[in-house]
């Protein structure tokens, strides 16, 4: 994967999101090359199932894509690519618990044979941690993560993930609070043998 | 105010997401376990931040399915307005040949009225 392909700033997306606002396809189409790491690897981290993820960025884009001629520019165009991420996503988590049988969730992926090139400035004891905390988020309930990640991973605001959800701002903040003290319990209480606390998230961040 | 309770308090305030109380506050400056708690869960605060720009790779293809797909939707919706286009344009004629045909009849149907008024009168 080359650098330019790597997520960028808002503002060099300025440009390209106001042709696209005004009808041009190529710069829509630009937009989804240069944002669709960013935007994968949050589906990946809402659904944890590679396969649902990838549905989720077409789905994403083109909901964008049918949607951009009314997209104000109120936030960034990211936060409104995040957003409707989320929704889409949701939307795939719900479903995929009412259509797919629990061997299904064997086929959860690794977050860390899956992820790009450790960052050089990330030490090795940091990289392992960040990997366990993928794993942990990864074995949250859906409905716990998907607040987590949202709230704790990409920052959006109660208000924008309960609308996003489908929920009131009093139910995204049970949750997230839920979410936040079972992941907590995932890296510390059940933490296996090798991994030892000690060795883990107590002294890499 | 006990170590439990504090512990009931900590997921949501260590985000910033709560007032902590004076009393909370009290406990956790006296108390070495509740520290360490807080500890925890600001580490793992920072670590879920920092998975933010800890991009994860697609396997390859997934761009190019993604614009062909929004081509497809593109030109499927194009096709649609063109065909709705159309049926305005066909609903438009057949509209305007009823209206023609229905002046017609009544012009004729007034002749005819005419016509068989004329003798009577006379």
Known sequence: MSTSELPQGPSALEPLVQAAREGDHRAFDELVRRTYVETYTLALRLTAHEEDARDVVQETYLRAWRGIGSFRGDAQFTTWLYRITANTAYTSVKRRRRHRADALDAMIHDPAEMRLDAQPEESAQQSAMLDRLSVALDQLPPKLRVLVVLKDVYGLSHEEIAEELGISVSAAKVRLHRGRKKLRDLLYDEARPNHGTDGGIEHAV | ?122
Do not use: F, N, W
Not at chain 2, 20 to 29: A, F, G, L, P
Not at chain 2, 46 to 73: C, D, F, H, N, S
């Open chain 2, 1 to 122: 105010m006990q170590c439990d309770d504090v512990a009931r308090i900590l997921p949501e305030a260590v985000g910033g997401g709560a007032a902590v109380e004076d009393s909370v506050q009290r406990h956790i400056d006296s108390c070495l376990r509740c520290q360490a708690e807080l500890a925890r869960y600001r580490k793992m605060l920072r670590g879920l931040q920092l998975l933010r720009t800890r991009y994860l790779e697609p396997a390859p293809g997934l761009v190019a399915q993604t614009l062909a797909l929004i081509e497809e939707a593109g030109e499927r919706e194009a096709r649609r307005a063109i065909l709705s286009g159309k049926r305005m344009a066909y609903a438009g004629a057949i509209g305007g040949a009823a209206v023609a045909a229905g002046a017609a009849a009544t012009v004729v149907i007034v002749h005819r009225a005419r016509r068989k008024a004329v003798p009577a009168a006379g």
